[in-house]
């Protein structure tokens, strides 16, 4: 497994079938490249009815393609939610590649980096991310797996900076499983609330969940940016 794409070694981390990458000499619609009116006519679909709600016939109509043309990208609903919240998720782990790079070595850094990428994509990505909350466990195996496999990899980017922190005397809760998934889930919890029309700005409540999540962890001050 590659910790910092969550895909396994040697492979896309797509699942089986008609390639989700095909060429963009593919068919076109009025909005735009193909592939990118499919994804954006499935988000808004998927968003509005739900996996089981929606059809590929709707997600066709929205992005103003025939089913014909929509086939030459995906071979069908499920291949098109998965590659919609792969797409997404490769958002997350550059993300993540980046903030980590620049926290370095200081475990603090990093939980503080992982706390702020996973908060930011869930604002940002808040579609994606509750149809990856909500919806994903009505995929077949082939389909959701891979999904669950890089969701396994962000838990371990997480337990890995608390263990070391913990080596390190950087953080003293001697309950660090569950602190893990404490901070993990009022992370993700952020795509069902949040309201970005609010008064509270992404970087204030990114700072505030990094205290938030240092509180748990039995450390002091968050570091600064």
Known sequence: MDAMSGKAAGKSGKAAGKSGKAADNGPSSPRGNGRDAIMDAARDVFAERGYFGASIRDIAKRADM??????YYYSGKAQLFHALIEDSLD????????????AGDDPAARLAALVRVTVDYRVRRRVESLLTLQELRYLEPEYR??????????SGLFQKAIDDGLAGG??????PDDARRAVMAMCNAVAQWYDPSGDLGTTELCDRYVRLAFAMLGHGEAPAR
């Open 170 to 175: 950087v953080f003293r809760t001697p309950h």
């Open 66 to 71: 025939s089913l014909s043309a929509l086939y």
């Open 145 to 154: 797996n891979p999904i669950i496999e890089r969701r396994h990899a962000v």
């Open 91 to 102: 958002d997350y782990f550059r993300h993540c590649e980046k903030e980590l790079a620049q």
